[in-house]
T-cell receptor, first 113, second 113 residues
Framework: GNSVTQMEGPVTLSEEAFLTINCTYT??????LFWYVQYPGEGLQLLLK?????DKGSNKGFEATYRKETTSFHLEKGSVQVSDSAVYFC????????????FGKGTKLSVIP | DAGVIQSPRHEVTEMGQEVTLRCKPI?????LFWYRQTMMRGLELLIY????????DSGMPEDRFSAKMPNASFSTLKIQPSEPRDSAVYFC???????????FGPGTRLTVL
């Protein structure tokens, strides 16, 4: 079945540091890939997505590239801010008519001034 | 657009009591999902509906849990009787047909004493 593995946290970075959160997946077919972000006390929000191989999703300075050859969708940001402190979830859309998402366990990011 | 609405935001109850969580999806969305989030298990899909019909309830933990969607704008998740291990944050999410991006509500934090 489908699965998502993302790096375990928590991750603590200083402001303006470079961020990478690794995500790999196992799936049949050609799934869509997502990064969701959850700020404290809130629901999950879509951060970015990619629907096919070599697509790059980007939003708010975050980027992730759909790599089919390495089954990866790593999240990156060149310079993090305190306001980026949140939990980040990698997710895989099964497509094929079921529209379920399979989520990773989440990675908590704390950015300190 | 008001987004996905959930009520109540917080619920504290005693073991053995009935709990009802409510969700109003985004207007026009065909799919509705109920998730549970805990520190131990992360984000788990409990059940999802398409056009008000339950499609997959394999994630519902046991018979104490039930979900209904009487119309396109309202769904409930009921736990009867509740137990302390049901304490979690419960999220509702909705999506359009043929699009696997999901929009999450703010969640209901349930505490069973």
């Amino acid at each position: 079945g489908n699965s998502v593995t993302q790096m375990e946290g928590p991750v603590t970075l200083s402001e303006e540091a470079f961020l990478t959160i690794n995500c790999t997946y196992t799936a049949t077919g050609y799934p869509s890939l997502f990064w969701y972000v959850q700020y404290p006390g809130e629901g999950l929000q879509l951060l970015l997505k990619a629907t096919k191989a070599d697509d790059k999703g980007s939003n708010k300075g975050f980027e992730a590239t759909y790599r089919k050859e390495t089954t990866s969708f790593h999240l990156e940001k060149g310079s993090v801010q305190v306001s980026d402190s949140a939990v980040y979830f990698c997710a895989l859309g099964s497509g094929a008519g079921s529209y379920q998402l399979t989520f990773g366990k989440g990675t908590k990011l704390s950015v300190i001034p | 657009d008001a987004g996905v609405i959930q009520s109540p935001r917080h619920e504290v109850t005693e073991m053995g009591q009935e709990v009802t969580l409510r969700c109003k999806p985004i207007s026009g969305h065909d799919y509705l999902f109920w998730y549970r989030q805990t520190m131990m298990r992360g984000l788990e899909l409990l059940i999802y509906f398409n056009n008000n019909v339950p499609i997959d309830d394999s994630g519902m933990p046991e018979d104490r849990f039930s979900a209904k969607m009487p119309n396109a704008s309202f769904s409930t998740l009921k736990i009867q009787p509740s137990e302390p291990r049901d304490s979690a944050v419960y999220f509702c999410a909705s999506s359009f047909n043929y699009v696997d991006e999901q929009f999450f509500g703010p969640g209901t934090r349930l505490t069973v004493l």
